[in-house]
């Protein structure tokens, strides 16, 4: 099901993406099929498949990718809110293969979520 890790053919510029922000620890794009007005998706340049596998040394590049999605969202002019999710393993949603956090804003939002 989750094999096909198609963000390392992102990181490594083998398929195109709208790139926002990069650095050595992480990068942000858009998504190519947004649900929202804003949706991105920000990943570490690390390989992580998933939240459930994070150890206690990812903690700083966890914080930074925080620190990064907290600045981008300024940055779009999401000052009404937003909504960063993380969807762990296949019951959650999780389609892709590598730990991403989906940064969305721009429309009201619902609770809970689907
Ligand atoms: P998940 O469902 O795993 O939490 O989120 C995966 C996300 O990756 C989905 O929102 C999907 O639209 C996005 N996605 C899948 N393939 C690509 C791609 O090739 N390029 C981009 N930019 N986004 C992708």
């Given at each position: 099901m989750m094999t096909n890790n198609i963000f390392l053919k992102i990181l490594s510029g083998e398929i195109p993406a709208k790139i926002v922000y990069e650095d050595d620890i992480c990068v942000a794009f858009h998504d190519v099929n947004p649900q929202a007005p804003v949706h991105l998706l920000i990943i570490p340049r690390k390989v992580i498949r998933t939240h459930a596998d994070i150890v206690p040394e990812d903690a700083p590049l966890l914080g930074h990718i925080h620190t990064v999605a907290a600045k981008l969202a300024k940055e779009l002019g999401l000052n009404a809110g937003y909504r960063l999710v993380l969807n762990c393993d296949e019951q959650a949603?999780?389609?892709?293969?590598h730990l991403h956090f989906h940064l969305l804003g721009g429309r009201n939002m619902a609770w809970p979520p689907g």
């Open positions: 949603g999780q389609t892709v293969p």
